[in-house]
């Protein structure tokens, strides 16, 4: 039996991005093991079944000891459990995970690049030097006797292909981590007043100012529609939202402020249009979701972003940073019930052709599959 092992950052991302490939995996005969930091739902993976594995690691920390520790942590532990297979998941996986499977020779490294994290969108200096940092470690992670790094949209594909990272031929391309069709199901849409749902982690890069601002400038325009925001902050991200931000929100009342909620899909169903107006993503599962839902979307021109719509027929696409432009998209849905519709109707077809999660879960397998066969 093949050891598989998952490497992520998270074990709630692991949850929910990565879980159904897991089982299916298991079930085609893999014997699976998943390695995240500890936090509640480390309960919920053992219930799974999988041979879990506690790892010291910070998501966002920046510490050389603790880094240190962390690369001595993932050392014993692909020591301990000699993996023929090792699916790193997120960035500190991918780069610290790719240079220990690269040290010991494991078999076969799967290494998922969900997106390249807001050191590839700052413009700063200091941002230009760690990115060069960033771009090095890839390139030494991914120097690898058999490996399949899986990209969510092209743009980061190129990305590094262009840094000389990999060669194209060892790049995969699958988009998002797919959607259960049957969770998220095309509804009607409820009467009353239009809302608009934004649903993600409460990070300046999701675009959550912009989300606030659009807001503010509907009211003035007198435009009849509400706005709820979905998500709670992550103070591990030095791009979170600070919690005093969100107290002078709730005083405002310009936007409903929901916080966390494992009801996205109710969400969805009961608003009119999802936007999410990030500055840049792999490919955003709320906007796949959104269009399971049949919603449309109202998303920034920005890799990822753009890659999880058909412009002008599921959604709208404005350019990143742009409050007003925002507002305008949204307001042109807010007037236009017929094209929400049409434009809902297309995106619960978009969703069932390219994003089920049965088709990412293949898409997987295979992967598996191939690796064994180059061996």
């Known amino acids: 039996m093949k050891k598989l092992l998952f490497l992520v950052n998270s074990a709630d991302f692991f949850l929910s991005h990565r879980s159904a490939v897991a089982v299916a995996a298991r079930e085609a005969g893999y014997e699976v093991h998943v390695a995240t930091p500890d936090s509640k739902s480390v309960q919920r993976i053992q219930e799974l079944g999988f041979q879990y594995h506690l790892i010291n690691m910070d998501r966002s920390g920046q510490n050389p000891l603790r880094e240190i520790l962390t690369l001595v942590d993932l050392f014993l532990l692909f020591r301990r459990t000699s993996p023929d297979i090792v699916h790193l998941v997120t960035i500190k996986p991918v780069l610290y995970g790719g240079l220990i499977a690269r040290f010991l020779q494991v078999r076969c490294v799967v290494a998922a690049v969900s997106g390249l994290g807001t050191v590839f969108t700052a413009n700063s200096f200091l941002a230009r030097l760690r990115k060069g940092f960033i771009s090095f470690l890839y390139r030494h992670a991914f120097r690898q006797n058999r490996l399949f790094v899986i990209f969510q949209n092209p743009d980061d594909r190129q990305l590094l292909l262009d840094s000389g990272a990999l060669v194209f031929e060892q790049s995969r391309l699958i988009r998002g981590s797919g959607v259960d069709l049957e969770s998220y199901r095309y509804l009607p849409e409820s009467d009353g007043v239009p809302v608009v749902v934004m649903a993600a982690r409460l990070l300046r890069d999701k675009g959550v100012y912009e989300f606030l601002d659009a807001a503010r400038i509907l009211r003035s325009r007198n435009v009849k529609v509400r706005f709820k ?130 088709n990412v879960i293949s898409q997987h397998l295979d992967i598996y599959h191939e690796s064994e066969i180059v061996q």
């Open 229 to 358: 925001l979905i998500g709670a902050p992550d103070l591990e991200n030095p791009s979170s939202v600070k919690p005093e931000h969100i107290e002078r929100w709730k005083e405002e009342g310009i936007v409903e402020l929901l916080g966390f909620s494992d009801q996205v899909a109710q969400h969805y169903a009961d608003g009119h249009i999802v936007c999410l107006p990030s500055y840049r993503e792999g490919l955003p599962r709320g906007l796949i979701e959104a269009a399971a839902c049949g919603r449309p979307v109202v998303t920034t021109d920005v890799p990822g972003c753009r890659d999880a719509i058909i412009p002008g027929q599921t959604g709208l696409l404005v350019p990143v940073m742009n409050a007003a432009a925002l507002a305008d998209a949204i307001q042109s849905l807010v007037e236009s019930p017929a094209l929400r519709q049409k434009m809902g109707v297309a995106g619960r077809a978009f969703a069932e052709s390219e994003f089920s999660i049965q």
